[in-house]
């Protein structure tokens, strides 16, 4: 069985590693036993104005829900990743930036130069008027301006908000006015994989329908020509006339640091709330465990900052470490399959942090553009997103990695702040396809649809039963929902979404989202959003919307239209509404097939029969199962016979 091939801590690794097997259980067992001892004990990473007496003080129950960490402490995000380090790594790179074209530098600030730059950006933010709890929402590409600009609100206080420039305007619009955010961040242009994307008229898009917008603040990235509004300032203007000495502002450890909406099964996209302490505390926490972080390594974490990925792996939790973080402008395979793993030689880089659906872009390539690197700095591999396929966890651990790289698969949430089930890589013996364990103070539980609590080898859905310092507080502006969408499936605990399978050894398979929520490419899509987005099209009268797998994306979009009467089905009606969703939510949320059909499967109480479409969809069209409670089970003939594939 695939279970049984273990591939065991390599021996340098447990001899050298910061936690060894017995270490982690050691830690696991301290957790458990005295959870506000552990925890008080682990916030001392962090450097704190006023030093918390308290830990976690939470309930997961309807009665006294709430939950809060370090709750009397006070501190500032911003002086923990800067401030602190300048004694003594004042002159260590600590940013890394790696442009979209090979042929151009690469750029690098130090701590103290990125100190200074940050407080130069929050002395804009100032005279533009933002105070703290303010929200500021930042559209940029991966550009050392978008750290400059995270790190500038945590330094003042305010709420950063970060959207994917990805997003269209529209999607950008309703981020903006769900947070009433008055102020945007954005560049003139961003660029990868040698294309340009539009983002200042995507802001200007969106300005028309977000009536609580006033100021954009535009960075020159590009010097494309872009119009300027009586609302926008050219961040260089703003920076001349400014001070570099900002103090940081004081903030309580549940005082808000960023918003972050991502997709659920229902409804428009939520903001994720987290708040200063426990959430830094958590980045620098599983940063230093999970990858083992020494000082010199250099660290890369190929996700966009427009992600949780991005803000917990390229930005916190190096820089409240002390870390060299790369940040890469570009795509893994531009321009051409290479690229990562020059990257990797050109700045001897020693872990690097990517998702599977990369991989598996690469991998379809060949070892070529692999083998045709050194690799020879490269110590650690990670991944985070999705499942991975073990085809693809072997071509990373044999190719990639020589074999002397252990793998950490990382499983976690926008909600969870950072990784909560992976392995610790000088602890854990790995399992291709396999998240493996919980980090010391997490507490995962599988559990059957009717909540009764499953022991051992099993598979059921994944909650989580204790609190943990990264976890999400609320949803921006809606603390019923947050309750409603966490708490309420299986009462007193969260849960995730995700069914799993633990397996004879403790070992956790996440076999995927139970949800009506997609995983492409790592991202994560709600069916719903789509759906919404597609009837809102003239000529549709309904549409449904189920996952497909697919090889390189994991998952890939499949959609039901039902056309209003007198429509007709074309090709060209198809792309245009793949053009359609793209214009609606971005181009991440574009269907990979469209299937029209004169009718869905529903029942007689007019409920949709997902699993009918999603069988349909995966092309298990002979194991369909019971479809005669179906309103009309012709409809599925028609389905099935009009396939798309
Ligand atoms: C969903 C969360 C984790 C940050 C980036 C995505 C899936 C995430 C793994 C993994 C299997 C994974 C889950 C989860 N997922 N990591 N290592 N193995 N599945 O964050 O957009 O909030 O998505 O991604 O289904 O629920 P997100």
């Excluded at 392995?423 to 909540?451: F, M, R």
């Excluded at 809102?536 to 209003?564: R, S, W």
Aim: aromatic letters at 10%.
């Amino acid at each position: 069985m695939a279970d049984q091939q273990l591939y065991p801590v390599p021996a340098q690794w447990a001899a050298e590693a910061k936690v060894d097997q017995t270490g982690y259980e050691a830690m696991y067992a301290a957790a458990g036993s005295d959870p506000d001892a552990f925890w008080l004990d682990q916030a001392k990473r962090l450097q704190w104005v006023r030093a918390p007496t308290v830990a976690g003080d939470w309930s997961f129950d309807e009665a006294d829900f709430g939950i809060s960490w370090f709750k009397d402490g006070v501190l500032n995000v911003a002086a923990n990743c800067l401030d602190r380090h300048l004694a003594e790594r004042g002159d260590q790179v600590a940013i890394i930036w790696e442009p979209d074209v090979p042929e151009e530098e690469p750029k690098r600030f130090t701590y103290a130069e990125l100190h200074r730059e940050v407080c130069r950006f929050a002395n804009v933010l100032k005279a533009q008027g933002v105070r703290k709890g303010d929200r500021v929402t930042i559209y940029l590409p991966m550009i050392p301006e978008a750290a400059f600009a995270l790190l500038a609100c945590a330094r003042i206080g305010a709420i950063h908000s970060v959207v994917f420039g990805g997003f269209s305007p529209d999607a950008l619009a309703g981020r903006i006015e769900d947070c009433d955010s008055k102020l945007v961040i954005t560049a003139d242009c961003g660029r990868r994989g040698g294309k340009r994307i539009a983002l200042k008229a995507n802001v200007d898009a969106a300005a028309a329908q977000a009536p609580s917008l006033e100021k954009v603040i535009v960075i020159k990235a590009t010097g494309d020509d872009v119009p300027m509004h009586d609302r926008d300032i050219w961040y260089h203007q703003a920076a001349e006339s400014v001070s570099t000495d900002c103090p940081p502002e004081p903030m309580n450890a549940e005082d808000p640091l960023f918003i972050l909406y991502t997709s659920g099964s229902t409804g428009k996209p939520k903001g994720v709330l987290h708040t200063t302490g426990g959430y830094l505390l958590w980045a620098s926490y599983t940063h230093d465990l999970v990858f083992d972080y020494r000082p010199g390594n250099v660290f890369w974490c190929a996700a966009d900052v427009g992600w949780v990925t991005g803000h917990t792996y390229v930005i916190y939790g190096p820089l409240a470490n002390g870390a060299t973080t790369l940040m890469y402008e570009g795509l893994p395979n531009w321009p051409d399959a290479s690229r990562i793993w020059q990257v990797v030689d050109r700045h001897q880089v020693h872990t690097v942090f990517t998702a599977p659906t990369a991989l598996r872009s690469l991998m379809k390539e060949g070892d070529a553009p692999v083998k045709a690197t050194s690799r020879v700095s490269l110590k650690l591999l990670g991944t985070v997103g999705e499942p991975i396929n073990p085809e693809a966890w072997r071509w990373y651990h044999d190719v990639v990695g020589e074999g002397r790289s252990p793998i950490v698969d990382t499983w976690w949430q926008t909600e969870t702040g950072g990784a909560l089930i992976c392995p610790l890589p000088g602890a854990t013996d790995l399992k291709p396809g396999s998240a493996t364990k919980p980090l010391p103070g997490i507490y995962p539980q599988l559990v059957d649809e009717n909540g009764a609590v499953l022991e051992g080898a099993a598979s059921g859905n994944l909650c989580i039963t204790a609190s943990w310092p990264g976890q999400m507080r609320t949803v921006w502006g809606d603390h019923e929902r947050f309750f409603q969408t966490y708490f309420t499936t299986y009462p007193g605990k969260y849960f995730t979404g995700d069914g799993c399978r633990r397996d004879e050894d403790g070992y956790y398979w996440i076999t995927g989202r139970v949800d009506d929520v997609l995983n492409v490419s790592g991202h994560r899509m709600g069916t719903a959003e789509v759906e919404s987005a597609l009837v809102l099209h003239p000529k549709v009268a309904e549409a449904a919307v189920v996952g497909m797998p697919h090889d390189v994306k994991g998952q890939g979009i499949y959609a039901y239209v039902t056309l209003n009467s007198g429509e007709t089905a074309s090709d060209d009606l198809a792309a245009e509404l793949r053009q359609w969703v793209r214009k609606e939510i971005g181009p991440i949320a574009s269907p990979d097939a469209i299937q029209f059909a004169p009718g869905l499967p529903k029942t007689r109480s007019g409920k949709i029969m997902r699993r009918i479409l999603r069988k349909i969809a995966e092309g298990e069209v002979e194991s369909l199962g019971d479809t005669s409670t179906l309103a009309d089970p012709s409809v599925v003939d028609d389905l099935v016979a009009n396939r798309v594939s």
